[in-house]
């Protein structure tokens, strides 16, 4: 009888079990676990359309990039149907109303508290009975049971720690805002980013006044999702045509330029992939690679000259994918030799031609997924021309591109420069 019990570790059943509920069955809250709308569909889309209560999410970026903004504006427009508690440890209720009202935000609902207490914020965010809690930033807030001061690794991980069981306990949607290292990680042990649901990263260029939020992790949607987003003087506006960011090219199209089309989360993107190649001048010849990855463009170059017939070993060889971005699938793997063979014979391609195809060690062209919806967007953003693999020919044809299929490299070279 005392063996019954006992569970299968030998732990007494006297301790109290927690409730159970069924798992694809008919939950009591179906209504109230529906995602939460931020007000900008590029954030709700990163995030995997909306923001599910209970859940954790985890902003990292340079600092004076826009996190707190974003997350100003996010508040705002989720405090127009529920309620939202804003704690700031970093800036006064004043300051916050301010930044609010130069942004032109309306949001009386929302609620502000100057505190770096966690056991005060959540202690109001409870009474409240927020729908949305906003962190900023996790680098200072504190817990009373730890002593350490704010920032510390103990900190920082018994912060998000109970910030993730009150998440959970009370349905509570949680935004954090995390600062980064010198390296660009967020800043604190790396549990951190492993207790929360999702991780986004807000990147971008020096001196551009566009910026992309880019999911790392994201347990209800999909990962490297980007959102696209201009600094304004009234913040953060969404960016309707991402591709036309990347696709800034002078009228007249100059040697070493190609544009393909990368696949970013659950979205097809344009972007300008530009090559150049100079004479050595002394030494080694440098490989440089910006966007892409530099182990990946020598075995490219090898193949260049095994399959292409086009040598570089006495050049200086830069690649570079225009707009910050990086391109991190074989997609690249032709425009990038492309746009070399183009700086090469300093002949530019037609400015309405579109490439793209992985390529392998042999010389021939293998297809890349999504290979019709990326050809549809081209078509969109009206180019004519595409070099693809010949796997990735549509069966039918699509109004206004012609496609080209090409075996091998060699036959992609031959038809980008027969013109």
Do not use: W
């Not at 508040?75 to 009202?101: F, K, N």
């Not at 399959?307 to 910050?324: E, I």
């Amino acid at each position: 009888m005392e063996a019954a019990q006992r569970g299968p570790a030998g732990s007494s059943a006297a301790a109290n079990p927690g409730e159970a509920q069924a798992l694809l069955g008919r939950l009591e809250g179906e209504q109230a676990s529906r995602r939460l709308e931020s007000g900008l569909a590029e954030f709700d889309r990163v995030l995997g359309s909306g923001i599910v209560p209970g859940s954790v999410s985890l902003l990292g970026g340079d600092p004076g990039i826009g996190k707190s903004t974003l997350l100003l504006q996010v508040a705002a427009s989720v405090a127009g149907s529920a309620p939202v508690l804003y704690a700031t440890g970093e800036e006064s209720t004043q300051q916050v109303r301010a930044r609010a009202r130069r942004l032109g935000l309306e949001a009386p609902a929302l609620q502000i508290v100057p505190e770096s207490d966690l056991t005060r914020i959540l202690a109001t965010a409870e009474q409240q009975r927020v729908a949305m809690l906003v962190i900023d930033s996790i680098q200072t807030v504190f817990s009373p049971e730890v002593p350490s001061s704010a920032g510390g690794v103990a900190q920082l991980r018994e912060c998000a720690a109970a910030l993730v069981r009150h998440a959970k306990r009370t349905g509570t949607a949680v935004c954090i805002i995390g600062h980064v290292t010198r390296e660009g990680s967020i800043a604190g042990p790396k549990v951190l980013e492993h207790l929360v649901d999702t991780v986004l990263y807000f990147e971008s260029d020096a001196g551009s006044r566009f910026r992309i939020v880019r999911a790392t992790k994201n347990r209800f949607g999909a990962v490297n999702e980007l959102a696209f987003f201009a600094m304004t003087e009234g913040g953060l506006r969404e960016v309707a045509n991402p591709s036309a960011i990347f696709l800034a090219r002078p009228a007249e199209v100059a040697p070493g330029s190609v544009v393909t089309v990368m696949r970013e989360g659950g979205r097809p993107l344009l972007v300008e992939i530009q090559g150049l190649v100079d004479a050595m001048r002394f030494g080694n010849p440098r490989r440089v690679a910006q966007g892409f990855d530099s182990t990946r463009l020598a075995m490219l170059l090898a193949v260049l000259n095994r399959h292409g017939g086009l040598s570089l070993q006495d050049h200086d060889v830069f690649a570079n994918v225009v707009g910050g971005l990086s391109l991190g699938e074989t997609a690249g793997d032709l425009p990038v030799l492309l746009a070399l063979a183009s700086s090469l014979r300093d002949r530019a391609l037609p400015a309405t031609l579109v490439a793209f195809a992985e390529i392998g060690l042999t010389g021939e062209l293998r297809p890349v997924p999504y290979g019709e919806e990326r050809l549809r967007e081209a078509a969109k953003q009206g180019f004519r021309q595409a070099i693809v693999a010949e796997a990735n020919v549509p069966r039918r044809p699509i109004e206004g591109l012609a496609v080209f299929g090409a075996p091998t490299l060699a036959a992609a070279l031959q038809r980008a420069f027969s013109g």
